[in-house]
């Protein structure tokens, strides 16, 4: 109730707000009731992107940024438990550990279990360890964190994970859509990975055939970077072209069918053989 109040100035006007605030593990749901009011006075577009900037410090309870919509970035300093970014709908949402500690980010974990369940759009930046499901059943949203742990994108539907660091047991299970890029420098992934629906395709330095993909990752890492300082995501940049042949594209095997399909049929129509009709009414396929 109190960030509603505080962001009337966006909800009425669109006018940018900056809300600085402590949390704790009994607060839940952080940033949901004033993604109600945002879409109910705004539709389902929101605002643009960054009009309401949460900035939270402590240990933040369960379903932190749920159902964030878009124009709200909410950053934690600290951590946050079950449910970070349930059905995140446009957000953004990073959490990282405060700079004055002394532990290793990216050995630790900062959330909790089931991170970005059922999540249709937006982004998330987390500077350290996932707890178990990362992204089960996301259908639109990007993420990158540093480690995850079993069943990491159970059910994923689309949008782009990027894992930063190790998995669990039984990754991709059930996986029919987006993409996940996993750095796998000891080439662990393969014996965690359930691989019924998936392939796994390692990239290669300067290949044209996932220059797209080597474009989306590296636009992420960068991201993740700039929202969290990450050491790790700054280590890997500073060496790309070596880095880039440790990370793998885990991809749905049909999902894989259904993109190349898209990019031959998007090549026909752009080359400049292709039939075309003079009538503004007639579409040639194929």
């Not at 885990?250 to 259904?258: C, G």
């Amino acid at each position: 109730q109190e960030l509603i109040l505080r962001a009337r100035p966006a909800l009425e006007d669109r006018e940018p707000v900056t809300i600085e605030m402590p949390v704790r593990n009994v607060d839940r749901t952080l940033g949901t009731l004033l993604s109600n009011h945002i879409v109910r006075k705004h539709g389902p577009g929101g605002l643009p992107d960054d009009t309401v900037r949460l900035r939270f410090t402590g240990s933040a309870g369960q379903s932190l940024g749920a159902w964030l919509a878009r124009g709200v970035t909410l950053d934690l300093v600290g951590d946050a438990n079950d449910y970070v970014g349930k059905g995140l709908s446009g957000g953004r949402l990073v959490v990282r550990p405060p700079p004055e500690s002394t532990f290793v980010a990216e050995e630790n974990v900062i959330i909790g279990n089931v991170a970005l369940y059922g999540a249709t759009s937006g982004e998330a930046f987390f500077r350290g360890i996932a707890g178990e499901r990362f992204c089960v059943r996301n259908s639109g949203a990007s993420a990158v964190v540093e480690g995850v742990g079993a069943h990491g994108c159970e059910y994923m539907t689309g949008g782009r994970a990027v894992i930063l660091g190790p998995t669990g047991r039984n990754f991709a299970a059930g996986m029919s859509g987006g993409i996940a890029y996993v750095w796998d420098p000891m080439g662990e992934l393969a014996i965690r990975c359930n691989q019924d629906l998936v392939e796994l395709d390692r990239f290669a330095r300067s290949s044209r055939k996932m220059k797209t993909d080597e474009l989306n990752l590296k636009r992420l890492v960068e991201a993740h970077v700039q929202f969290t300082g990450s050491t790790r995501g700054q280590a890997i940049l500073n060496e790309w072209e070596s880095h880039l042949t440790e990370f793998v594209r885990v991809i749905p095997t049909d999902y894989k069918k259904v993109l190349e399909q898209k990019a031959k049929l998007e090549s026909k129509r752009s080359s400049p053989w292709a039939p075309r009709s003079t009538d503004p009414g007639i579409t040639i396929d194929g």
